[in-house]
């Protein structure tokens, strides 16, 4: 499946049993918005991932090591743990 950003280009696209996780550049994406997503199979957003702060952006992700999550880092620094199936933050750690 492939996918349309909506704001900016498309950095990473991995395709998971929950859907097409889409990582869109934070250059120039709109900060109050998650630029990491989960589009089902009909292109519908299934998820937005929950942010650390409400004014930053990811940059990075990859699946965990386990499949169930995904690591991801902001721009203000945080390294993410993040629910695959619900886009839910379920921990994160300052790295600065």
């Not at 049993?17 to 869109?24: F, H, S, T, Y």
């Not at 965990?64 to 203000?76: I, Q, V």
């Amino acid at each position: 499946m492939s996918a349309q950003p909506f704001h900016t280009r498309i950095d990473k696209t991995i395709q998971t049993a929950a859907g097409l996780v889409v990582l869109e550049s934070p250059a120039g994406f709109p900060r109050y918005d998650s630029n990491l997503y989960c589009l089902a199979a009909n292109e519908r957003i299934v998820w937005k991932a929950e942010k650390s702060e409400p004014n930053t952006l990811y940059q990075r992700v990859r699946i965990s090591d386990d499949g169930l999550n995904l690591s991801a880092y902001t721009l203000s620094g945080h390294a993410c743990e993040i629910d695959l199936k619900t886009g839910k933050l379920i921990s994160f750690v300052g790295m600065k």
